[in-house]
């Protein structure tokens, strides 16, 4: 054997183990995580992890708030009965050729002259519990639709949930089970989600058990416009866009900061797939409470108006340079650009006009219209804000008392019209003209209620008549509905010929408390 070469390996490879841990040491010496200046400083823009003192900043622990969301946190289950919808209309009405030409459902004659099967369906997401006494929030199009709503707590207990109301302008819906004693989350102030916090999202994805993902606050007041598929032009949308892992099932989760507060309601994810690819969005808790708290008050959420209109409403987009110019703002002032004043309107009365900008909301900056719909949504008519706005290069303060829908200060409870689950708003003056009709009331924005149960509806239909007697406004359309159990409904589409018929029944009955007939604006 051959010592001699045997020792000469060991101490070649024992200088060569010490030679590198000293060239490592002076490596981690001049690659600290911590970077300083030639004065031992740390720059005050380095972006590293200290607390604002400088001190290094401590791990972020999650278990805490873990454990505290997961035990408040429920498993929604749907089930939408398989039924017949008809439309009632008399023979002589019905189209011969609708069949031979296989018109689609995108056009209001497509399967319309005939009963129609629809095949039952079962769907899943998730909820909050926000009260000892067992409410819980949830997105609208979790339950949307659904005949019976089924709660699986953490412990595997399973309840039957009470759908109290639903809110599709904002995607907010409230269940209630029975009983008492049940572990519920604590409301935070999504004033205070900063960009770059860690937060985490609870829920069931895919059907799986309990779910845990942490990421960070991406963006705010982030406009997405899916909310305008059920709540049409009145969609308000002001989302918590996070990087924290979101997937079928999360819908109506929770997300909740490193404290366990809740801050927001996981509602939908921006995916070419269908699942998380690296966004996911959450209506803002500041938003969801108060249209729990007037649900559970009212039956219909009371949202408050302000009365202006705004250009790219859908975007959201910034201020032009020539909205800038006009008003003598620099680049870094931001705001809402008010294109109209509607006449009677909150706005009006305070003075606002056509060119100022809001810049600000009780003191809350206002960054677009995102950020103004989120804000105005929080208050009831007949509060009063402070509005903060730039006019001829000069910043003004105003105080505005917020309107309902039809101009008044009034609360307002929910009506029949409430529970057809539908948008009702009176043909203007124009198009009826142009429709050779006296008057009516136009339909859109269907969704869970008698209309989309009991009949197929679309969008845009105009109502006429109800049992025969004319119908020119939504004033007269509610007193027609006042006190029926049932009636038949009649009207037209505008660009197809024909009067069509739809019978309603059960008006009477509990039916879908719908809030958010407005834009909050």
Excluded: C
């Excluded at 990421?215 to 924290?244: M, P, Y």
């Excluded at 201020?319 to 006449?343: M, N």
């Amino acid at each position: 054997m051959n010592w001699k070469g045997i020792l000469t390996t060991v101490l070649i490879s024992a200088a060569t183990a010490v030679a590198s841990v000293g060239l490592y040491s002076k490596f981690e010496q001049r690659n600290n995580y911590v970077w300083k200046d030639s004065q031992g400083k740390v720059p005050v823009n380095y972006a590293g992890f200290f607390n604002k003192d400088g001190s290094p900043a401590e791990p972020v622990d999650f278990e805490t708030a873990a454990n505290t969301a997961i035990p408040a946190v429920v498993h929604i289950k749907t089930i939408t009965n398989p039924r017949q919808v008809s439309n009632n209309l008399p023979r002589q009405q019905r189209n011969p050729f609708a069949e031979l030409f296989g018109l689609g459902d995108d056009d209001p004659f497509g399967d319309m002259f005939r009963q129609r099967n629809i095949p039952g369906q079962q769907a899943s997401g998730s909820g909050v519990i926000i009260s000892e006494d067992g409410y819980i929030v949830t997105n609208n199009h979790v339950i949307d639709g659904a005949d019976e709503v089924n709660v699986t707590l953490s412990n595997k207990k399973q309840l039957k949930a009470k759908v109290v109301g639903s809110d599709p302008s904002t995607d907010i819906a409230v269940l209630k089970i029975e009983g008492h004693g049940y572990p519920y989350l604590l409301y935070g102030n999504s004033d205070d989600v900063h960009i770059g916090q860690w937060v985490l999202a609870v829920g069931y994805p895919f059907t799986l058990e309990t779910t845990v993902t942490a990421g960070i606050v991406s963006a705010k007041s982030r406009a997405l416009g899916i909310n305008s598929r059920k709540a049409a032009n009145t969609a308000i949308e002001s989302f918590i866009q996070t990087d924290a892992a979101v997937n079928p099932g999360n819908s109506g989760g929770a997300l909740i900061n490193p404290k366990g507060e809740l801050i927001g309601i996981n509602s939908a994810i921006a995916s070419p797939t269908g699942s998380f690819a690296g966004y996911s969005f959450a209506i803002p808790v500041n938003i969801a409470k108060k249209v729990v708290n007037d649900i559970i008050a009212y039956g219909s959420v009371q949202r408050g108006y302000l009365g202006i209109e705004y250009p790219n409403e859908q975007q959201l987009d910034e201020l032009t340079p020539e909205q800038r110019k006009q008003q003598g703002l620099r680049d870094d002032v931001d705001g809402v650009f008010i294109s109209a004043v509607t006449k009677g309107g909150a706005a009006e009365a305070a003075g606002l006009q056509k060119g100022d900008v809001i810049t600000k909301i009780n003191g809350s900056t206002i960054s677009g219209g995102a950020d103004l719909q989120g804000l105005i949504a929080r208050y009831k008519p007949g509060e009063k804000i402070t509005i903060t706005f730039k006019r001829d290069g000069g910043e003004h303060r105003v105080d505005a008392t917020l309107k309902n829908k039809i101009g008044t200060e009034d609360i307002t409870v929910s009506t029949v019209l409430d529970k057809l689950g539908a948008q009702l708003t009176t043909l203007d003056e124009k198009k009826a003209k142009q429709l050779g009709v006296k008057g009516g009331v136009v339909v859109s924005g269907i969704s869970r209620g008698i209309i989309s149960d009991q009949t197929m509806m679309k969008n845009n239909f105009v109502i006429l008549r109800v049992d025969g007697k004319d119908i020119v406004n939504t004033d007269q359309l509610k007193a027609a509905l006042a006190g029926k159990s049932s009636v038949n409904i009649e009207g037209i589409y505008p660009g197809f010929e024909g009067v069509y018929q739809y019978g309603l029944n059960d008006l009477n009955g509990a039916g879908s408390s719908q809030g958010g007939d407005d834009d909050g604006q």
